[in-house]
């Protein structure tokens, strides 16, 4: 059975994509902006982060909108992870083979890279669905109040760095781990709530717009990029960490 897609829903994820996308895009040009080396090269590394972005929300959309997630039997695979999965997968392979690619990430201001998860606080509209009937309270209050709860706090931290006071380092990793466990939460009571193998949880009312579109492109776009922002500022601090305590053995 598909889930009829409130009117609201279609409003607000039309309006939210573009704004995170623009996010993205804004941080791949800043770090190009920022980074050593002739100018050439780094905008033209930006230009194909750019394009290969692009192309990921073009397929993401394609693929959710086909319906290709959307499952309604409890012994249907969850496809739903492949486009979680591999997202991740290509990012931290190009970063880990590509020195272009960490020289660029090395050169955004670890403050954007906080800040950029503002966006989070449009997990807010779990908790509209959830109280409108169309989400199980399961995944949509800890999803809901969790990825609220990130995006404030990035603002706030973000702050915290600009103003570089004390122990705003340490604040930014607790925040990093707190908004991982946040997405590793959402999506396991995604997949417990949801038709599929995992199907634990809401089997009078199962979660059917989670692989529905437009609402699927939350786990196949939104969910991959907080992850890579949260791995991102995590290898960050490592870096910086280790920099700063081999300047200090100096």
């Not at 122990?167 to 590793?184: E, K, P, T």
């Not at 089997?203 to 717009?209: G, M, T, Y």
Request: charged residues 10%.
């Amino acid at each position: 059975m598909t889930p009829q897609i409130p009117t609201y829903l279609v409003v607000f994820e039309s309006t939210v994509r573009p704004f995170v996308a623009a996010v993205a895009l804004g941080l791949i040009w800043t770090g190009a902006f920022h980074m050593e080396g002739p100018a050439q090269s780094r905008y033209t590394m930006a230009g194909a982060l750019s394009v290969i972005l692009v192309a990921w929300v073009a397929i993401a959309q394609y693929i959710g909108a086909a319906n290709v997630y959307f499952a309604t039997t409890d012994t249907a695979v969850p496809t739903l992870l492949l486009g979680l999965t591999i997202p991740l997968v290509i990012a931290a392979v190009g970063l880990w083979l590509s020195g272009a690619i960490a020289s660029l990430v090395s050169a955004i201001p670890l403050r954007w890279l906080v800040a950029a998860q503002v966006y989070r606080i449009a997990g807010g509209i779990f908790l509209v669905l959830w109280a409108d009937g169309r989400l199980p309270w399961q995944f949509a209050l800890p999803a809901g109040i969790g990825d609220v709860t990130t995006g404030l706090l990035a603002v706030l931290l973000a702050a915290r760095l600009s103003q570089k006071a004390a122990g705003a380092l340490s604040a930014v990793y607790a925040w990093c781990l707190f908004g991982i466990a946040d997405l590793v939460v959402a999506i396991t009571m995604g997949a417990m709530t949801s038709p599929g193998r995992p199907h634990l949880l809401a089997f009078e009312a199962p979660n059917l717009l989670i692989t529905s579109y437009p609402l699927v492109m939350v786990p196949t776009f939104a969910v991959p990029l907080a992850l890579m922002l949260h791995g991102v500022v995590l290898w960050r601090l490592r870096r910086e960490s280790a920099s700063n305590g081999r300047l200090a053995a100096a």
